[in-house]
């Protein structure tokens, strides 16, 4: 019999599929059916759990609110009143530990002692006369029936879960107001409900509702600010907090508590339950699957007499293991079905399935590389010629994966070697970077540090003040050179980013109109300032962004202009949402050819050699000034016209805002600051030079040269602020600093770096470590007094 026939044979058969069809819809419906049925179960567990704490916390609430209307304790005479709460106390038996009798200024009585002397209210010494009273306002039973009480209504309220300030166990408050004869509140009572009786309450609750699911039920119990007061996981129970085996006290000297709360887990699908629980919701969620734990079912009930929520955690196979049962039940039956169905085809289709078979099977194992399957290729039918072709295309394959292996092996070597030299240059030029900028800026401190101070001197000579103001620009150069190669490496390593803040916008464009008017004038040039009238006067951006872009800008148009014109233009481009502001500088000078265009954002490109002699320059400016705009959003255009002129333009975004400005004078006032100064530097030059200025100033200044002296010094001496050196010998000043942090004496003492360091991750470490600010290397004097100024005013209040 051909294929063909056999084939149409087995189509026959074809009318088991709508019968498999009906059957696993049918299926499908039915586990779909018993799911709902055993989350509702699971869910009524959890209603009757939330019922059990509902009336047990009702009760107590309908005890203490009875006991608080009663005239005697309306006298708030605890003499009188104590008698009463100790009948009552005894009369519940092991319900109630104590009794409080709070006052509305906080203090308090119990029925387990008090200070004799102070008319039986607790102290922190009951046997001291002049012993300070205790307090509860603090307390979230006294702020609610007294504090916050400010309707003089007989309020009832359940605490949340604290530790006794007087006996030092756990505890739960209910407490009433107390109001007097006119109505006025007049005090509390609170009945102190002991945490054995929290156990107890879980312990019934286990065994009436939860004890059908055994040991992979998970139950919790959580305050009305979701503060967990039962857990399986016991450290999550509210508990003393301890350091170094020490209880941590607070500013009264009270024992702090650690509360832990659902809405602080680390795991979001918990905070988003704890939020509804505490809002007093009712459900239930599924949980996804963690390390530490199965996918879970959550549900959760309101205990609406105290404000509290229950939670009762399952895992999934435990909440449907009925679906489960149910879903065994019916394939079981599918199985039956299909295998009698099978069963009367195969008769029809063992002559054909045979060939076939062998046929997939050899497929199969080609897919997983085996190579090496046999096929009988014998007879003269469609399948023997199938196993032929079947057979040469294995071989083909063969041939063809060996070759492609072998390719793909080639290649990933090459590309792993590839990737370690890229990764290897890139932390060569991270460190090579980061050591070149230490090892200059820490001489390049002691140059411009010496300079400053003399630049401040009256005493020398035409000649000695002009080789004095020459060294100096010199030396802000070479800074300038140093920090523009720092940019651009950053800008690359993408550690560059925008810092927002408000500034007076007009106030930016005339500084720089003033900044460049001595060069103006020198060259006979005409600067001109245009700002057009739709610009806003104060505005949000990065202003010192800004103006880095604007002075590289203008001090090119400036250097290579001999006559005619500077022009800097500001307009705004923008709609009523978004303020667009376009920067234009433009000048007359000497342009730029057209082939030449194309290449002048590049770093360290310069038109042609001659250039570089005649007029200076790194060729990093635009480069940067180009990343720094693209960085903001934005693209920097360059129109020129050799000898006629250039124009660049660039759009910047802003935010308007209003500023309230004060009148700072920009003058450095030598000797305006008090305070002592300890100088941690192993630098002699640097010693010198940064203790003069720190002492023209008006500051006292004690040197040390490494982390380990400062230490000691500091034991010593009081000091209002640190300067601290990040690299030092035997200690540098990272550690050091976090050596001083340690200190509880000095949590407070203001710490500065003086790093040479500038880089992002550098500076970062400063702050890791503990320090509050930092000045960069080479220092300068109105970036230092700035920041003393606002940190020793900080520690003058």
Same mark, same amino acid.
């Given at each position: 019999?051909?294929?063909?026939?056999?084939?149409?044979?087995?189509?026959?058969?074809?009318?088991?599929?709508?019968?498999?069809?009906?059957?696993?819809?049918?299926?499908?419906?039915?586990?779909?059916?018993?799911?709902?049925?055993?989350?509702?179960?699971?869910?009524?567990?959890?209603?009757?759990?939330?019922?059990?704490?509902?009336?047990?916390?009702?009760?107590?609430?309908?005890?203490?609110?009875?006991?608080?209307?009663?005239?005697?304790?309306?006298?708030?005479?605890?003499?009188?009143?104590?008698?009463?709460?100790?009948?009552?106390?005894?009369?519940?038996?092991?319900?109630?530990?104590?009794?409080?009798?709070?006052?509305?200024?906080?203090?308090?009585?119990?029925?387990?002692?008090?200070?004799?002397?102070?008319?039986?209210?607790?102290?922190?010494?009951?046997?001291?006369?002049?012993?300070?009273?205790?307090?509860?306002?603090?307390?979230?039973?006294?702020?609610?029936?007294?504090?916050?009480?400010?309707?003089?209504?007989?309020?009832?309220?359940?605490?949340?879960?604290?530790?006794?300030?007087?006996?030092?166990?756990?505890?739960?408050?209910?407490?009433?107001?107390?109001?007097?004869?006119?109505?006025?509140?007049?005090?509390?009572?609170?009945?102190?409900?002991?945490?054995?009786?929290?156990?107890?309450?879980?312990?019934?609750?286990?065994?009436?509702?939860?004890?059908?699911?055994?040991?992979?039920?998970?139950?919790?119990?959580?305050?009305?600010?979701?503060?967990?007061?039962?857990?399986?996981?016991?450290?999550?129970?509210?508990?003393?907090?301890?350091?170094?085996?020490?209880?941590?006290?607070?500013?009264?000297?009270?024992?702090?508590?650690?509360?832990?709360?659902?809405?602080?887990?680390?795991?979001?699908?918990?905070?988003?339950?704890?939020?509804?629980?505490?809002?007093?919701?009712?459900?239930?969620?599924?949980?996804?699957?963690?390390?530490?734990?199965?996918?879970?079912?959550?549900?959760?009930?309101?205990?609406?007499?105290?404000?509290?929520?229950?939670?009762?955690?399952?895992?999934?196979?435990?909440?449907?293991?009925?679906?489960?049962?149910?879903? %065994?039940? /019916? =394939?079981?039956?599918?199985?039956?079905?299909?295998? $009698? +169905?099978? *069963?009367?085809?195969?008769?029809? !289709?063992?002559?054909?399935?045979?060939?076939?078979?062998?046929?997939?099977?050899?497929?199969?194992?080609?897919?997983?590389?085996?190579?090496?399957?046999?096929?009988?290729?014998?007879?003269?039918?469609?399948?023997?010629?199938?196993?032929?072709?079947?057979?040469?295309?294995?071989?083909?394959?063969?041939?063809?994966?060996?070759?492609?292996?072998?390719?793909?092996?080639?290649?990933?070597?090459?590309?792993?070697?590839?990737?370690?030299?890229?990764?290897?240059?890139?932390?060569?030029?991270?460190?090579?970077?980061?050591?070149?900028?230490?090892?200059?800026?820490?001489?390049?401190?002691?140059?411009?540090?010496?300079?400053?101070?003399?630049?401040?001197?009256?005493?020398?000579?035409?000649?000695?003040?002009?080789?004095?103001?020459?060294?100096?620009?010199?030396? %802000?150069? /070479? =800074?300038?050179?140093?920090?523009?190669?720092?940019? $651009? +490496?950053? *800008?690359?390593?993408?550690?560059? !980013?925008?810092?927002?803040?408000?500034?007076?916008?007009?106030?930016?464009?005339?500084?720089?109109?003033?900044?460049?008017?001595?060069?103006?004038?020198?060259?006979?040039?005409?600067?001109?300032?245009?700002?057009?009238?739709?610009?806003?006067?104060?505005?949000?951006?990065?202003?010192?962004?800004?103006?880095?872009?604007?002075?590289?800008?203008?001090?090119?148009?400036?250097?290579?202009?001999?006559?005619?014109?500077?022009?800097?233009?500001?307009?705004?481009?923008?709609?009523?949402?978004?303020?667009?502001?376009?920067?234009?500088?433009?000048?007359?000078?000497?342009?730029?050819?057209?082939?030449?265009?194309?290449?002048?954002?590049?770093?360290?490109?310069?038109?042609?050699?001659?250039?570089?002699?005649?007029?200076?320059?790194?060729?990093?400016?635009?480069?940067?000034?180009?990343?720094?705009?693209?960085?903001?959003?934005?693209?920097?255009?360059?129109?020129?016209?050799?000898?006629?002129?250039?124009?660049?333009?660039?759009?910047?975004?802003?935010?308007?805002?209003?500023?309230?400005?004060?009148?700072?004078?920009?003058?450095?006032?030598?000797?305006?600051?008090?305070?002592?100064?300890?100088?941690?530097?192993?630098?002699?030059?640097?010693?010198?030079?940064?203790?003069?200025?720190?002492?023209?100033?008006?500051?006292?200044?004690?040197?040390?040269?490494?982390?380990?002296?400062?230490?000691?010094?500091?034991?010593?001496?009081?000091?209002?602020?640190?300067?601290?050196?990040?690299?030092?010998?035997?200690?540098?000043?990272?550690?050091?600093?976090?050596?001083?942090?340690?200190?509880?004496?000095?949590?407070?003492?203001?710490?500065?770096?003086?790093?040479?360091?500038?880089?992002?991750?550098?500076?970062?470490?400063?702050?890791?470590?503990?320090?509050?600010?930092?000045?960069?290397?080479?220092?300068?004097?109105?970036?230092?007094?700035?920041?003393?100024?606002?940190?020793?005013?900080?520690?003058?209040?």
């Amino acid at each position: 019999m051909q294929l063909k026939t056999r084939l149409m044979v087995i189509l026959g058969l074809t009318a088991l599929a709508p019968m498999l069809v009906i059957f696993l819809l049918a299926m499908l419906h039915s586990t779909e059916q018993a799911k709902r049925l055993s989350i509702s179960a699971a869910q009524a567990k959890v209603y009757n759990a939330a019922a059990i704490f509902d009336r047990y916390f009702a009760k107590r609430k309908s005890e203490v609110a009875t006991l608080a209307r009663q005239p005697t304790l309306k006298t708030m005479n605890f003499e009188q009143i104590a008698p009463i709460l100790h009948s009552e106390k005894a009369a519940h038996q092991q319900t109630y530990e104590k009794f409080i009798l709070g006052r509305p200024d906080g203090s308090f009585h119990n029925t387990e002692g008090g200070n004799p002397f102070q008319n039986m209210l607790r102290t922190f010494d009951d046997k001291a006369p002049d012993s300070r009273k205790r307090t509860i306002t603090r307390r979230d039973y006294w702020q609610q029936t007294i504090g916050r009480n400010v309707n003089q209504k007989a309020e009832v309220y359940v605490s949340e879960p604290m530790i006794s300030y007087t006996t030092g166990v756990k505890q739960i408050v209910v407490a009433a107001t107390i109001l007097a004869n006119d109505g006025k509140v007049a005090g509390l009572l609170g009945g102190s409900i002991p945490w054995r009786e929290i156990d107890r309450l879980v312990q019934a609750v286990s065994k009436q509702v939860v004890h059908q699911f055994y040991d992979n039920a998970r139950f919790m119990l959580v305050s009305q600010e979701g503060i967990y007061m039962y857990h399986w996981q016991p450290d999550k129970i509210i508990q003393l907090k301890r350091e170094q085996g020490q209880f941590v006290v607070n500013d009264i000297g009270e024992k702090i508590a650690i509360r832990l709360k659902v809405t602080e887990e680390a795991d979001p699908q918990l905070q988003e339950i704890g939020l509804k629980m505490i809002a007093g919701f009712n459900g239930y969620a599924k949980l996804a699957q963690t390390p530490t734990r199965p996918k879970s079912y959550i549900f959760y009930a309101p205990v609406k007499s105290a404000g509290y929520s229950i939670a009762l955690t399952l895992p999934e196979h435990v909440v449907f293991a009925p679906v489960y049962a149910l879903r %065994q039940q /019916l =394939l079981i039956i599918l199985g039956f079905a299909v295998a $009698i +169905s099978l *069963l009367v085809a195969w008769r029809f !289709s063992n002559s054909i399935y045979q060939p076939i078979a062998k046929l997939t099977k050899a497929a199969q194992a080609l897919t997983q590389g085996n190579f090496n399957v046999s096929l009988s290729t014998r007879g003269k039918d469609e399948l023997a010629n199938l196993g032929c072709a079947f057979a040469q295309m294995r071989d083909k394959v063969f041939q063809r994966e060996s070759e492609l292996e072998q390719r793909v092996d080639e290649r990933t070597e090459a590309l792993e070697l590839a990737k370690l030299a890229a990764e290897e240059a890139a932390n060569a030029k991270s460190r090579f970077l980061a050591n070149m900028s230490h090892e200059i800026r820490t001489p390049m401190n002691g140059i411009l540090g010496t300079l400053q101070l003399l630049n401040q001197q009256n005493n020398f000579n035409e000649e000695q003040a002009t080789l004095i103001r020459v060294a100096n620009e010199s030396g %802000q150069s /070479l =800074l300038t050179l140093i920090n523009d190669i720092l940019d $651009i +490496s950053k *800008l690359d390593q993408g550690e560059v !980013s925008l810092y927002f803040e408000p500034f007076d916008l007009h106030a930016v464009l005339h500084h720089l109109e003033q900044l460049f008017s001595e060069k103006v004038i020198e060259k006979r040039l005409r600067f001109q300032l245009v700002i057009g009238d739709s610009v806003p006067k104060e505005v949000v951006s990065d202003k010192h962004r800004l103006q880095q872009v604007l002075l590289n800008l203008l001090n090119n148009a400036i250097k290579f202009t001999h006559e005619g014109f500077i022009r800097l233009e500001v307009e705004n481009i923008g709609n009523m949402e978004q303020v667009m502001l376009k920067f234009t500088v433009a000048d007359s000078g000497i342009g730029i050819a057209k082939d030449k265009l194309p290449h002048i954002f590049n770093p360290f490109y310069q038109e042609d050699e001659s250039t570089t002699r005649r007029y200076g320059g790194s060729g990093l400016g635009l480069c940067i000034c180009q990343q720094i705009i693209e960085l903001c959003g934005g693209h920097l255009n360059c129109q020129s016209q050799q000898g006629k002129g250039t124009q660049f333009d660039f759009n910047w975004p802003v935010a308007p805002c209003c500023l309230i400005y004060s009148e700072d004078s920009d003058q450095i006032t030598l000797g305006a600051l008090h305070g002592h100064v300890l100088l941690a530097e192993d630098n002699a030059v640097n010693q010198i030079v940064t203790k003069a200025i720190l002492e023209k100033l008006g500051l006292s200044v004690t040197i040390v040269t490494d982390g380990q002296q400062a230490l000691q010094q500091l034991e010593k001496e009081h000091y209002d602020l640190v300067l601290m050196d990040m690299h030092m010998p035997n200690m540098d000043g990272i550690e050091a600093t976090k050596a001083i942090r340690k200190m509880p004496q000095h949590l407070q003492l203001t710490i500065i770096a003086l790093t040479a360091n500038v880089l992002i991750k550098d500076i970062e470490a400063c702050f890791a470590a503990g320090m509050d600010d930092y000045i960069s290397k080479p220092i300068a004097l109105e970036q230092l007094k700035t920041v003393l100024d606002k940190w020793l005013a900080v520690k003058n209040g």
